[in-house]
């Protein structure tokens, strides 16, 4: 199994081209399901979850051409995909498929839409909390879904006719949900309405997607989304927008190491307020012609506290390492984390490193040392993983990532990306 060692102690000098979001390109991949025409993207990353994705789409029945080639051998950066579903061949989600990724249950949107009727596994638990689906199936059931929960899987069928469009208020704002109502709900026979719907970036980049496919959507980006169904949807391209996760994640990385970074082809306003939280922590932030530049030159790290929070707030997806770059700042801070109850496996393999962090509850109180040291530490999730490379680009000394497989499913050629301005990591074979 692969490892990253990182020797700690480099500032990061140079630039870090920033790919396209694995959590805009999942549903928009998904989203193909829904036309029997041509949807192209563009710009999409080159991750373990893509790559997955990809064999679920195929099970179903969607062509792939990379590139414009059917073989997947392109490893660029960025990639433009053609999806092709001429027709759904199968309309079944296997166990073996969706127990390995979260977001392919997210098929049972387009699937019910098209075909009316759907079997998808459930996806299951997983490191970072339960993350049931109840609300997902509660949001199908509104556009007159009928569900049927039998040996693990959802059986889902549409009335005769098709879906008929409804109004479901998410108890909790819900990512996926959004996702797959959006979906579903732009093939159904009237009007949807979405009360507390998801507003992050990746909601939005769906829903200028599916226009750009003929559906009739407003209010993406707000808590409250309208769909008005349409008879069929057709091919589109579209760009995957920049990854925010990955440009949050380098710049905390820069500001753990100290030194100067673009990070290309981003922008902040995908990231909320969540770099204002990095400037209170000791970096200076600038929008540039290509990106973002990044700089923290002598100065040390304050500690801020934060509590994670749906868009605009402070994103789950980057708590574990802002962890990491609390545990050098000067002070205590306060970190709650309100999305997801298991979001902190984190906290043991850090203290490995010399982290000073206590839990209580839902809130980790990390006080400050003066210096990490290297050490062998286990990868429990992906962003849990990349907090450990960061706290191991400052630490002193040997860093050895086990388990990076998790590294390899959201961040796109790390190891090069951080090496080319200047770090010492290194994947290790066996
Ligand atoms: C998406 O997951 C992301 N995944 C996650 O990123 C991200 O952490 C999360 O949104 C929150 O921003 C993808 O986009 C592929 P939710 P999702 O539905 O949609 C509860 C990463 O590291 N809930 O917004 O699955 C749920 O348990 C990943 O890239 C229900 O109770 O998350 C959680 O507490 C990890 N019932 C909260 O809502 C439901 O039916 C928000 O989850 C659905 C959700």
């Not at 959802?154 to 990512?175: D, E, H, M, Q, T």
């Not at 994670?308 to 994103?315: A, H, M, N, V």
Request: aromatic share 4%.
């Amino acid at each position: 199994m692969d490892r990253i060692r990182i020797t700690g102690g480099n500032e990061l000098r140079g630039t870090i081209p920033i790919s396209g979001a694995k959590n805009a390109a999942l549903p928009l991949m998904i989203a193909s399901l829904l036309t029997s025409d041509t949807l192209t993207l563009e710009n999409v990353p080159h991750l373990a979850d893509v790559e997955q994705l990809l064999r679920i789409l195929g099970n179903h029945g969607v062509d792939v051409a990379v590139n414009g080639r059917r073989e997947r051998q392109d490893e660029s950066y960025s990639r433009t995909i053609n999806f092709t579903c001429r027709t759904i061949v199968d309309t079944t989600a296997p166990y073996e498929l969706v127990s390995k990724m979260r977001a392919s249950f997210w098929v049972i949107g387009p699937l019910l839409a098209r075909e009316g009727q759907a079997r998808v596994s459930l996806p299951g638990g997983c490191a970072i909390g339960t993350r049931p689906v109840d609300f997902l199936l509660d949001g199908l059931q509104a556009l007159g879904a009928e569900i049927e929960i039998d040996g693990g899987y959802v059986n889902v069928r549409a009335p005769k006719g098709g879906l008929i469009g409804g109004r479901y208020a998410c108890p909790k704002v819900s990512v996926g949900t959004t996702h797959v109502l959006m979906m579903a709900a732009t093939l159904a026979n009237g009007t949807t309405v979405i009360e507390n719907a998801a507003s992050e970036p990746e909601v939005v980049d769906l829903a200028n997607c599916l226009t750009a496919m003929g559906a009739k959507i407003s209010g993406a980006g707000t808590r409250t989304i309208t769909i008005d169904g349409v008879t069929s949807l057709s091919g589109a391209r579209h760009r995957v927008l920049p990854d925010r996760i990955e440009t949050g994640t380098y710049a905390m990385a820069i500001a753990m190491a100290g030194g100067d970074v673009t990070l290309q082809g981003t922008d902040e306003a995908l990231l909320g307020g969540a770099l204002d939280t990095l400037r209170q922590a000791g970096a200076s932030i600038t929008a540039t012609e290509s990106g973002l530049r990044i700089v923290r030159n002598g100065n040390g790290i304050q500690a801020v506290d934060i509590t994670t929070e749906p868009f605009p707030g402070f994103p789950t997806d980057l708590q574990a390492q802002f962890m990491a770059l609390m545990t050098r700042a000067s002070g205590v801070s306060s970190i709650t984390e309100t999305i997801f109850e298991n979001r902190f496996m984190h906290v043991q393999e850090l203290a490995r490193l010399g982290a000073k962090i206590s839990l209580s509850g839902q809130t980790a109180r990390v006080e400050g040392v003066a210096k990490l040291k290297g050490a062998p530490v286990m990868a429990t999730d992906l962003r849990a993983s990349v907090s450990l490379v960061i706290a191991g680009l400052a630490a002193e000394g040997e860093t050895m990532v086990n388990r990076i497989y998790h590294l390899d499913r959201g961040f796109e050629r790390l190891e090069e990306k951080l090496t080319r301005c200047g770090a010492i990591v290194e994947r290790v074979s066996g």
